[in-house]
């Protein structure tokens, strides 16, 4: 049995920390992961998505607000590659409460970068990069050359992040790269975001346990991908001799209405008689068009999508009517 690797994740409980956790584990990782206490204390309910692996990982109490916590558990793990993906990751809470995100997303970035560099110098860093960065693009599609324009406190806090990681990598010398990702969704996509939000719609309003789905703004366009792609790239950047920062995209956009078209057709459904638009759901400065070239990934890193928009979004619906004892059979039909 050869040398074991360990990697550290900070968001390990969320979708794409999960999944990552996964891919890990399969490739020999030692994997550790930083959690809330609160997690340890109610893991029913805060860790369902790394359920199946509980008894093959190593969870540590610790705070991203706190940095002796953070510096006490690098020091102690002394990881091979730390993936830094914990965040106030929704864009509406963020405007909510935008002292708190950008407090926890900038803060708890910088700590994770100091203790890396005072305990553990040698570690390779992933940085969760978004492309809310971008916001209002000023050229589409974005590449790792677009100027940042964010429109949130999230993206905000997101640009910082990106450039605390690279400042980091030019000062020290860390091997530290940032991932920008496009949307990327999954079945362990959180409920309060939209695609989410559409499939477990559908699940429930067949179930009869609800009879509409409001939705904010149906054209809104976003680059949507599968997580399972994106956390592969996630490792990627870490096996580079270099460090670098990467757009991850599939490169094409659909708007909120064709994934909710997709999701209704398969239970055959009409969209038009379930779906409520809500103003109120609009966000205060939208972005309207997302699309990412991730030509330099495909280049460097070998990094290809294979989960493509249709399969994603059956997956997802496949998902939230089986936990709600329902099986969708081919063609669109519902069987019980």
């Known amino acids: 049995m050869g040398f074991m690797k360990k990697a550290l994740i900070t968001g390990i409980t969320g979708q794409d920390g999960s999944y990552l956790a996964e891919f890990l584990l399969d490739k020999g990782y030692e994997v550790h992961g930083i959690v809330r206490r609160v997690a340890l204390e109610d893991p029913a309910h805060r860790m369902n998505r790394v359920q199946g692996i509980l008894d093959r990982i190593h969870l540590h109490a610790a705070s991203l607000e706190a940095f002796p916590s953070i510096f006490r558990t690098i020091t102690q793990i002394q990881p091979d ?3 830094h993906l914990a965040a106030q990751s929704f864009v509406t809470y963020s405007f909510e409460d935008a002292f708190s995100t950008l407090a926890t997303n900038i803060n708890g970035t910088h700590y994770v970068l100091a203790a890396l560099k005072d305990s553990c110098p040698g570690c390779r860093f992933y940085f969760a990069g978004s492309s809310e960065m971008f916001g209002k693009a000023e050229t589409t599609p974005q590449t790792e050359n677009t100027r940042f324009h964010p429109r949130s406190s999230y993206g905000i806090s997101k640009v910082t992040g990106y450039e605390l990681t690279r400042n980091f990598r030019e000062a020290y010398g860390m091997h530290a790269s940032t991932g ?3 949307n990327h969704e999954s079945p362990r996509r959180g409920f309060e975001f939209v695609t989410r939000k559409i499939t477990i719609g559908v699940a429930r309003i067949m179930a009869g346990k609800a009879d509409h789905i409001s939705l904010g703004n149906l054209d809104a366009r976003r680059d949507w991908g599968h997580a399972r792609d994106y956390v592969r790239a996630m490792w990627l950047m870490l096996q580079q001799d270099e460090p670098d920062d990467y ?3 599939t490169g094409e956009t659909h708007s909120v209405r064709e ?3 997709l999701a209704f057709e398969m239970a055959d459904l009409d969209l038009e ?5 809500d103003p109120q759901l609009y966000r205060p400065a939208e972005v309207e068009l997302l ?3 991730a030509g330099y990934a495909k280049h460097k890193l070998g990094w290809n999508c294979s989960i493509s928009f249709k399969q994603l979004v059956e997956e997802m619906v496949t998902s939230d009517c089986a936990a709600l004892g329902i ?3 081919r063609g669109g039909s519902a069987g019980g």
Not at 273 to 277: G, H, I, N
């Open 81 to 83: 590659e730390c993936y």
């Open 180 to 182: 920008i990702l496009f």
């Open 247 to 249: 757009v991850i995209a």
């Open 259 to 261: 994934f909710a078209k």
């Open 273 to 277: 008689r379930y779906v409520v638009t």
């Open 291 to 293: 699309l990412g070239n």
């Open 327 to 329: 099986s969708l059979q």
